[in-house]
């Protein structure tokens, strides 16, 4: 291991702190501590923040009878000889006599810690003293505020009696000046909360920065210990609790980042969504314009149809009405013509049964005598039947006797008709033989009239068959055929 030497006097540091009870007796120089260059210059920074701390903080308290100059550098030789291979039972102090007389050995006890701000009053007195300026802002902001809002009431109280005026100015200067208090009152509510936002809690400053005195304090007592019995775990384990500190709030740090990226993921996807949802509601406030211009035209068109609907309904009406007059005039006239008919028709019936009653009556006598009479002529019909019927009975045997004769006379007369129609059909059949005798005999004198006429001028007969060697065809041939077929 090398050797680390104690550095020189000059390069003593201003900034001291004292040190109180000092052990005195150390008979032997101790030998020349062994430590690492780079241990050595850790632990001195590490120590030397420490006491820096402290020292900024005001947590050392120093005694002025026991004040003694010691530098960062002996603070450090300390450490080194404190963490050297020598056995417990022989490490002692090296001897820094000729540096300003400096006795190696520090007691824990010799640094106490200074009460920080002990007194309650002290305590509020800070707080008071470091939030008295945000606290005459918010002072003042809440007194604007207030304002404010009495002055919107007092507006909204005024708006009924301004209503009832028939003067509309001053109700539109109202609503104007209570929209400026509105939009006033919500400027200074937002600047309230930001001003309540940046006001800093001082207590619980305080209080945290007592906590990290107390820390500091039993670090530095238990690093003197470590001084004194020549070993590091407090250190080491404050080192290590340090880093796995500084882990913990490395993993936060990245988590914290992962949770802020999908934060703005989120806020991505909010914004977005707020997007699309702007574009819908505008797409919709379009869809709305159209259709409420649609309805508009819709209603200044039905309300022109409406009212000429209406005109042609009063004019139908009126007409309908005109003709209903003239239909009740016509039938209430038609009702009293009725009238009229009736009661004639009535006087008529009157008149009408009195002759029917009296021609009744007539009838009746009529009828009586009538049959009276028929029952006289149905007597004397009887009578002149029964002699009918009498007569007709000496008839029928009348007919009787005469009968036969009768038949025998009817056969002979029957027989002669027979005999004269058969006469008759003879005679006009030999009527027919002899026409038709007559015709023939005149067409047979007709031909041989013709015959003769055609020899005499010297003339073929028609018909007649010619000479072969005439030098005729066959076609005269087929013409002879031919007439003679004919």
């Known amino acids: 291991m090398a050797t680390a030497a104690p550095p020189p006097a000059a390069a003593e540091p201003a900034d001291e702190f004292d040190a109180v009870d000092v052990e005195e007796g150390l008979s032997k120089p101790p030998p020349p501590p062994t430590l690492e260059p780079e241990e050595a210059e850790h632990v001195r920074g590490v120590v030397g923040r420490l006491f820096e701390k402290l020292r900024l903080m005001s947590l050392l308290k120093v005694d002025p009878g026991m004040q003694a100059s010691v ?22 102090m090296p001897n820094l006599d000729a540096d300003r007389s400096w006795k190696p050995s ?18 509020f007195a800070q707080a008071a003293e470091m939030s008295r ?40 200067a109202n609503q104007k000046e209570l929209h400026d208090v509105t939009f006033e ?23 945290f920065a007592e906590r990290e005195r107390a820390k500091l304090q039993g670090i530095i007592a238990n690093l003197l210990v470590d001084l004194q019995t020549g070993t590091f775990c407090s250190m080491t384990k404050w080192i290590e609790d340090e880093k796995k500190r500084e882990r913990e709030i490395k993993e936060t740090y990245e988590r914290v980042a992962a949770k802020e990226a999908a934060v703005a993921e989120l806020r991505q996807r909010i914004i977005d969504e707020r997007e699309q949802h702007a574009e819908a509601m505008k797409q919709r406030e379009a869809t709305i314009g159209e259709t409420k211009e649609k309805l508009k035209t819709a209603k200044a068109e039905i309300g022109v149809d409406l009212r000429y609907r209406m005109r042609d309904i009063e004019g139908e009406a009126s007409m309908r009405d005109k003709v209903n007059d003239q239909a009740l005039d016509d039938l209430r006239a038609e009702i009293e013509k009725v009238k009229k008919q009736i009661a004639q028709e009535k006087q008529a019936h009157k008149t009408t049964m009195h002759h029917l009653r009296k021609r009744v009556e007539k009838s009746n006598e009529t009828l009586a005598h009538w049959q009276e009479k028929h029952k006289r002529d149905s007597e004397k019909m009887e009578t002149e039947i029964l002699k009918v019927k009498h007569k007709h009975e ?38 027919k033989k002899a026409i038709t005798h007559a015709r ?33 065809g066959k076609g005269d041939k087929k013409g002879g055929k031919k007439g003679k077929k004919k």
């Open 394 to 431: 000496e008839t029928l045997a009348k007919i009787k006797e005469i009968e036969p004769a009768y038949l025998k006379k009817k056969a002979e007369d029957d027989e002669k008709e027979r005999q004269r129609v058969i006469w008759e059909s003879t005679v006009k059949e030999r009527e």
């Open 133 to 172: 300026g945000v606290g005459l802002e918010i002072s003042r902001v809440m007194e604007k505020q207030l304002a404010l809002e009495t002055r919107f009431e007092e507006l909204i109280k005024e708006q009924p009696e301004l209503k009832a005026r028939n003067h509309k100015a001053p109700f539109l």
């Open 106 to 123: 520090i007691h824990p006890s010799s640094l106490t810690a200074r009460p920080p701000l002990s007194l309650p009053y002290t305590r």
């Open 440 to 472: 023939a005999r005149g067409n047979w004198q007709l031909g041989l009239d013709a015959i003769a006429a055609f020899k005499a001028e010297g003339k073929p007969l028609p018909g007649a068959k010619k000479d072969k060697k005439g030098g005729k």
């Open 71 to 92: 530098s960062w550098d002996r603070v450090a030789a300390v450490v080194a000889w404190s963490s050297s291979s020598s056995s417990r039972a022989n490490r002692e």
């Open 185 to 207: 009152l919500r400027d200074t509510t937002e600047e309230l909360c930001k001003r309540l936002k940046e006001n800093p809690d001082v207590m619980d400053n305080i209080a």
